[in-house]
């Protein structure tokens, strides 16, 4: 089965709002792809998010 994979940053302006907004893309589906890191004045993390394409069968409207 193939999937797609959504990639995304997550930035925030101190180590506890970064873990939190982490924690809540986590329950979302979304896991962190490496460690998180400072650029700037900003702590930044990478965020993944595979997706796998609906591909259920539909019955066409002249099946019973």
Do not use: C
Not at 8 to 34: A, C, D, F, M, N
Not at 43 to 50: E, F, N, R, S, T
């Amino acid at each position: 089965m193939n999937s797609e994979s959504i990639y995304e940053l997550v930035y925030s302006p101190t180590p506890t709002e970064l873990s939190e907004t982490v924690t809540e893309r986590i329950s979302e589906g979304w896991w962190p792809l490496g460690t998180p890191f400072v650029h700037g004045e900003d702590y930044i993390q990478a965020m993944v998010l595979d997706r796998i394409p609906d591909k259920r069968l539909r019955r066409s409207s002249g099946e019973g």
